[in-house]
């Protein structure tokens, strides 16, 4: 297959990609799990082109973007509050599991090497970034369980990836340290988290001097690569260089950017986050498509195969289960009695914890860059592929019925913090802008001169602190007032563009009105959620 040939099948794929997302929202489907099977259905269709993937390529592009739009956008007062409890996640829960995984397949695979075995177990260890965040999307979930998964997805693939190395090299060379290998992880971890911080420190103090939205919008782009590309070539964790940096900017990202390029860095983010982890879940399906070849119509998978995959797929599942009931069960212990949460509470939070386990990106680019002359290498990449699809398309599609079904969407908030409602803050920052109005509206003689301004505020804060104690009563009043408000912006949207098709108003009047009315919308829209 040519480049061009390959760029036009890439092109078919995002067109494949915007139509089964289409058909995942009108049947209520996960989008991951019709992106999954889409993949699958491409990858068995005779006569398309097959593209070899490239493991190296597949992390370089995919992981270092997702990593940092996910630690972009994490609540950072959150993050930091459950910080141990991502660190036992992602680092233990990923250590239990590849032990698990790997005494498991030793049981079924007696021939495999253990160190293969616990090669196979980091590769399945890790929970997906790229697939807990296309579940969580769809789901309401108490803050400390959705800090948790995004946390631990952001972390655990530095974990996954230096358990894998030191397994395979254990599998190639028959020699292991488990003292270098502790040190070594050490290493990478705390020189990732202070090339992380330098960078992103430097890079919002450059975002800081720029003032051209586009510029800064594009060193926005470069930041991910250039800190997973340069994280990895001093010798630190890229991954936790690239999640640590994004946690930075994140934080500071308020005080860099001008509300107009925050808009638009969201828009660009927005549309590339979608097409990556979109093109990540075909990729996954079609990633089958030369194991399938190899061994279509043998009797190998039935025979040699199936018995020892489904085994490590229920060993995967398991083992979230057991860390879950056994770590929260160990910190329920040691809270205070009244802080604790009854018998429902607890085992409704291992059972969504356990079942947000979906596998994604990072098993399959590892797996496929597992040695030619690893033993085993064939039913590894097999049993990987299963698990992956496993938990996302079983997983993914029922994560909802099992949050249902223990109450998870309203049940599960013990030990979090209880934060001002939107009406309430809204309420606060109307009263701080009269107040601020009213220091200003007068002249220095003492005469009003702003009258009209510190009337809006006055009004806007009169109102919203009316809404922050009535907002049951008033709600629907308010509804309507948004909606109004969007049917005379449409009005007026209409007469702008009815002017500048008629030649009486200029392209740059045209975008500079418009991209008022757009605020305007934007504003009612918000309050329409």
Not at 130 to 145: G, N, Q, Y
Not at 237 to 250: D, F, K, Q
Not at 267 to 287: D, H, M, P, Q, Y
Not at 458 to 466: F, S, T
């Amino acid at each position: 297959m040519s480049n061009v040939e390959r760029f036009e099948f890439i092109l078919l794929l995002i067109v494949v990609i915007v139509v089964l997302d289409l058909a995942a929202r009108r049947l209520r489907l996960p989008p991951a799990a019709a992106l999954v099977l889409g993949g699958i259905a491409i990858a068995l269709m005779p006569g398309l082109p097959v593209i070899e993937i490239d493991p190296d390529l597949v992390l370089i592009v995919f992981l270092p973007p997702l990593l940092l739009a996910g630690a972009y956008f994490s609540v950072w007062h959150a993050f930091r509050a459950n910080l141990a409890g991502i660190v036992q996640l992602a680092v233990g829960g990923v250590a239990f599991t590849t032990f698990a995984v790997g005494m498991a397949t030793r049981w079924l695979i007696p021939s495999m090497p253990w160190a293969g075995c616990f090669a196979l177990g980091a590769i399945v260890a890790p929970p997906d970034a790229v697939a807990a965040k296309a579940v969580l999307r769809r789901v309401s979930l108490p803050e400390r369980i959705t800090t948790l998964l995004e946390g631990e997805s952001l972390l655990d693939d530095a974990a996954s990836l230096v358990l894998y190395r030191f397994a395979t090299v254990a599998a190639l060379t028959g020699t292991f340290n488990l003292v270098h290998a502790v040190a070594t992880f050490g290493f990478l971890a705390a020189g990732g988290l202070a090339f992380g911080g330098l960078l992103g420190w430097v890079w919002i103090r450059f975002m800081g001097m720029v003032r051209d939205r586009i510029v800064s919008i594009t060193m926005t782009l470069l930041l991910p690569w250039v800190a997973y590309i340069g994280g990895e070539q001093i010798g630190v964790s890229g991954v936790i260089t690239t999640v640590v940096a994004g946690l930075v900017v994140g934080w500071r990202q308020h005080d860099v950017f001008s509300a107009d390029a925050r808009l638009r860095w969201a828009a660009v983010w927005e549309v590339l986050v979608f097409l990556l982890e979109s093109l990540v879940f075909v990729l996954i399906g079609t990633s089958v498509h030369a194991i399938v070849l190899r061994h279509m119509g043998t009797g190998w998978v039935r025979q040699d195969v199936f018995r020892p995959v489904a085994g490590i797929v229920a060993a995967v599942l398991v083992s979230r289960f057991v860390w879950m009931f056994v770590t929260e069960g160990l910190r329920v212990i040691w809270i205070p009695d009244r802080m604790r949460p009854d018998r429902r509470m607890f085992f409704g939070f291992v059972a969504i914890m356990g079942w947000c386990g979906m596998r994604g990106v990072v098993s399959l680019a590892i797996v496929l860059a597992l040695p030619e002359d690893m033993p085993n290498r064939d039913i590894m990449q097999i049993a990987t592929f299963v698990v992956i699809l496993v938990t996302v398309l079983v997983q993914g599609t029922t994560i909802g019925w099992v949050i249902h079904l223990t109450g998870g969407g309203h049940g599960h908030a013990w030990g979090q913090k209880h934060y001002l409602s939107v009406s309430q803050a809204r309420a606060l920052v109307a009263r701080m802008q009269e107040n601020a109005i009213r220091e200003l509206a007068y002249g220095a003689d003492g005469q009003l001169i702003h009258a009209h301004l510190l009337e809006q505020y006055a009004y806007r804060a009169e109102l919203a602190e009316r809404f922050s104690h009535e907002q049951q009563a008033l709600q629907g009043r308010q509804d309507a007032e948004y909606k109004m408000q969007l049917t005379i912006i449409d009005a007026g949207r209409a007469e702008l563009l009815r002017l500048h098709r008629s030649g009486a108003v200029h392209d740059v009047v045209l975008h500079q009105l418009e991209h008022e009315l757009d605020l305007q919308q934007m504003i009612a829209e918000g309050g329409l959620i």
